[in-house]
């Protein structure tokens, strides 16, 4: 008896969730299904669903009138190199604070997380004429640099709290049976300090990728990333749903699956640890 | 522990990162600073303040010094006090709604169902989708007045469809603001739900505790915490949305602290303008990131 009531209940909440579901996630649905059609379909009254001529041909004409490839190889630069050049200096700042901490370390922490408050605006200006003036402006050099900056708070607090949890213990044990410095970074540390590593990889170019601040700001066509590309649509004469809905499509495609990998750590990397 | 080798190696390994942080933390913000003291316009690069006031202070590169005057002109434009209500509404809704809608969720999600990981996965996608894409995808295909899904979902039911952007462009942003977000906070409650002790739950059970003072008395106690980590995370964000305002074009009537910045630096090119209102929008910022330093401080020693 007790089994048959939770089982409809089950039933019942697996209906409510699914509807709940297909609701929030219909309009990213409904963008890949516009992907799909003719520009006539995609502006037809009533709404076609599923049953009109599916067509890629948007695909090939957005490559083709606006150089999708492009963008898409800047955000791709953008993402990858302002994580990189961000993982090399935050590991070993991370590691530090998480193995050998002095008095400071916490204030230290605490001040970095800090820079991560300003809101951009505050630094908008100035840093717009030092590009001016450096020739930085459209560049990818510069993007990344900033793009870097933004997010070192966030992996260096991450790179921390997995750090924090590989016990002391297994250090001075390797350090007893007299591995050196270097040798205990590289075969006790690095091995357990990877999965770490990767998940702060996984969320900062999700971060880096959806940037939409400085991205617009700061670039304009050479150096410009999908967030760039994507906005130049809202211009009336660009208005094609079916090809910015093929547009949008690709510039959140990759961002959907890596996502899905890294629920567990955009709940970590963006609470800084306050919630696990 | 640590050896005096290790120590020195610490502050060495640590030194890049807090020197490229300082560096970008000090060196804008100093400048925006200084600038917001200055009559400095780009498009009148020499200008001729010094002969209309005489005895007019001048700085290294012939800007005029303006004291205060960018402050008091900022905070006197209407635009200031619109664009100050727009971000406050936009916070104050984009948070209650995703405060509210998150719980709800959350505790759907909490529950046994089929098919709950893809679920999850589409109640999350919409924190990300790019934020362009989304202004777009919401102005165009869900919120047009003639084509728009909402158009055609309106008149199905006999209702005249609304011109969002034009009529209601606030509310145009709010729902799309809060598309994005409620997510996070669905992601970040469902976390902490999913802590809840086993053992709690059982015994409620046992008692035959009705599931509303289970709520009330259990589980809100236990959510109050992320609750607040997402209300001061949020609002961090929230005060700096930006792309969705750009891009939809609503930065007329529903444009936030961060567009009018934009608008008086890039558009209007009134360096000195922008730089007072950059510096009023990291006060405000600031009195948010107290409190949220505090509680994650608080976690740091637990």
């Known amino acids: 008896m007790a089994r048959n009531v939770s089982f409809r209940r089950k039933l019942v909440v697996t209906a409510l969730a699914w509807a709940i579901g297909l609701l929030i996630f219909f309009p990213i649905l409904w963008t890949i299904i516009t992907s799909f059609k003719s520009e006539g379909d995609a502006i037809a009254l009533p709404p076609k669903f599923l049953f009109f001529d599916w067509t890629l041909e948007n695909y090939g004409v957005v490559q083709e009138r606006s150089d999708y490839l492009r963008f898409a190889m800047n955000s791709v630069m953008l993402a990858l190199g302002s994580t990189f050049f961000a993982l090399v200096i935050a590991i070993p700042s991370a590691w530090a604070m998480a193995f050998a901490p002095g008095k400071r370390t916490k204030d230290l922490l605490m001040w970095m997380l800090s820079t991560k408050m300003m809101p951009p605006v505050g630094a908008l200006i100035p840093v717009y004429l030092i590009f001016r003036d450096f020739g930085l402006l459209d560049t990818r050099g510069g993007i990344i640099a900033v793009l870097m900056l933004l997010n070192l708070p966030i992996i260096i607090w991450m790179l921390y709290t997995y750090f924090k949890e590989i016990p002391g213990e297994i250090l001075e044990a390797s350090r007893m049976d007299g591995a050196s410095l270097g040798k205990e970074l590289l075969y006790v540390l690095t091995p357990m300090a990877i999965p770490g590593i990767a998940s702060t990889l996984l969320l900062n170019i999700i971060l880096a990728w959806n940037e939409a601040f400085w991205t617009l700001a700061l670039t304009t066509k050479d150096a410009a990333p999908l967030t760039q590309f994507i906005a130049s649509y809202s211009s009336p004469e660009g208005l094609f749903w079916a090809k910015l809905s093929a547009a949008s499509t690709m510039a959140i495609a990759p961002i959907l699956v890596l996502g899905w990998f890294a629920q567990k750590q955009l709940v970590r990397g963006l609470t800084f640890g306050a919630v696990k | ?302």
Not at chain 2, 69 to 90: C, V
Not at chain 2, 91 to 107: D, E, Q, Y
Not at chain 2, 139 to 144: G, H, I, Q, S
Not at chain 2, 239 to 252: K, M, P, R, S
């Open chain 2, 1 to 302: 522990m640590a050896t005096q080798q290790t120590r020195t190696l610490g502050k060495l390994a640590v030194s890049p990162s807090v020197f490229a942080l300082l560096m970008w933390m000090i060196v804008p913000l100093s400048m925006t600073i200084y600038f917001s003291f200055l009559r400095y316009n780009l498009l009148d690069p020499n200008p001729i303040c010094s002969l209309m006031t005489p005895g007019a202070l001048l700085d290294a590169e012939n800007r005029c010094l303006a004291g205060f005057s960018n402050y008091s002109y900022f905070l006197t434009d209407p635009a200031f006090f619109k664009a100050m209500g727009n971000s406050l509404k936009l916070v104050g809704w984009v948070l209650a709604i995703s405060v509210a809608g998150g719980t709800l969720l959350a505790l759907l999600l909490d529950q046994a169902f089929y098919g709950r990981g893809f679920v999850r996965i589409m109640m999350i996608a919409p924190f990300l989708v790019m934020p362009t894409v989304s202004a777009l995808v919401w102005k165009n295909m869900m919120m047009n007045p003639v084509s728009g899904f909402l158009a055609y979902l309106f008149k199905l039911v006999g209702l005249q469809p609304i011109d969002w952007f034009a009529h209601f462009p606030m509310t145009a942003v709010v729902i799309m603001v809060s598309w994005q977000w409620v997510p996070f906070a669905t992601l970040i409650l469902l976390t902490s739900l999913q802590s809840l002790d086993e053992e709690q739950k059982e015994a409620a059970e046992m008692d035959g505790t009705p599931p509303l003072s289970y709520f009330w008395y259990i589980v809100l106690p236990h959510l109050i915490r992320p609750m607040t980590v997402v209300i001061l995370i949020q609002t961090i964000f929230l005060l700096n949305v930006f792309a969705e305002i750009y891009v939809t074009g609503t930065g007329g009537r529903a444009g936030n602290l961060p567009f009018l910045v934009y608008q008086y630096g890039l558009i209007a090119n009134d360096i000195g303008g922008a730089s007072a209102g950059g510096i009023i929008a990291v006060i405000l910022a600031n009195i948010v990131a107290i409190f949220l330093m505090r509680m994650i401080g608080k976690n740091l020693d637990a």
